[in-house]
């Protein structure tokens, strides 16, 4: 499945182990985003600051260790601020997402112009933010004039864009999701330059932080700044359930065990064929909980070292009701 997201935070540092195969030396200024299109045959990279959107294919890229020339370059209209980037189902389109710097207010793009809920409380209605507007590209005609297929509409009163990601499996292959600071998720499908269908997430929730969608495109999990969990039958537009955790939710996943699989401990054993839902909050613990209860239980917690055994506990308690 696919998930989706919101702005990126600051001060995130990931040191990988292993081997490097390849070096892209893209942006000069930093990289904002990274998406794989379908299939894994090219990668696009978005400057942090900067106007390009590059494609590199990757096929053979192990032949030549450095790479300093992309395949195509896209450049974005002077003065737009890069948001987020997601490749569109199929492999033949990518989604960016801008906002216009000039009528930018306070902070930077992806920083301060969202809403943040005080403790324990949900967001403020959402202001109505700079310009801020989606585009689709197509990959074939990339750093051409003619690149832009087509832009999302937007509503200003929706407030600022919270995320881009997609959904295979469902409409024409796959969707487009677009999360707004209302708490709105708009599914688009790219080939039909259509909204497929419509989520709206309540304020009284918080904000919107996270989703991760099921394989079949049949349901979305969304996590909010207040430590909620909705689950939705998309089909239907339905909210079949939420729950309430202890911290704000920063990532969310999934994964669906399969038959016969392993209990995590005595007492919490997942129901084959019904995912575990992934939760990541801001103490750095991770929980799994699992979904074909009649209440949603945690099933397991990933401790990573430095966390304390009272974050973790705190992860790891008994769902809180909506």
Not at 169 to 185: K, N, Q, R, Y
């Amino acid at each position: 499945g696919s998930a989706g997201g919101g702005r990126a935070g600051a001060g995130a540092h990931r040191h990988p182990r292993g081997a490097q195969v390849a070096q892209l030396r893209a942006h000069s200024d930093g990289v904002r985003a990274l998406a794989l299109t379908a299939g894994g045959s090219a990668l696009l990279s978005l400057g942090q600051t900067g106007p390009a959107l590059k494609l590199w294919p990757l096929r053979g890229i192990e032949a030549d260790g450095d790479h300093a020339a992309a395949a195509a370059t896209h450049t974005l209209p002077p003065g737009a601020a890069a948001l987020f980037l997601a490749a569109c189902p199929g492999g033949r389109d990518a989604a960016v997402a801008v906002a216009d710097r000039g009528r930018q207010g306070g902070g930077g793009a992806g920083c301060s112009g969202v809403g943040v809920p005080a403790a324990g409380g949900a967001p403020p209605p959402p202001a109505v933010g700079p310009s801020e507007r989606v585009s689709i590209l197509s990959l074939d005609r990339l750093g051409s004039s003619g690149a832009v297929s087509f832009r999302l509409p937007t509503e200003e009163s929706a407030g600022r864009l919270v995320g881009l990601g997609t959904m295979e499996g469902s409409g024409a292959g796959g969707l487009l999701l677009v999360a707004t600071e209302d708490g709105t998720i708009q599914a688009v499908d790219v080939k039909a330059n259509r909204k497929a269908w419509q989520l709206r997430h309540e304020r009284r929730l918080g904000l919107m932080q996270a989703w991760t969608c099921g394989d079949s495109g049949a349901w979305l999990a969304s996590g909010s700044s207040t430590g909620h969990v909705a689950l939705w039958d998309v089909r239907y537009t339905l909210r079949l359930f939420c729950f309430r955790t202890a911290a704000p939710i920063r990532a969310l996943g999934h994964a669906t065990p399969p038959p016969h699989a392993p209990a995590y401990s005595l007492d919490a054993a997942p129901t084959p064929g019904r995912p575990v839902l992934f939760l990541g909050g801001a103490g750095g613990v991770v929980t799994g909980w699992g979904i074909g209860h009649a209440v949603p239980r945690c099933l397991i917690a990933l401790q990573p070292a430095g966390a304390a055994d009272s974050a973790a506990a705190a992860a790891a308690a008994p769902a809180l009701d909506a």
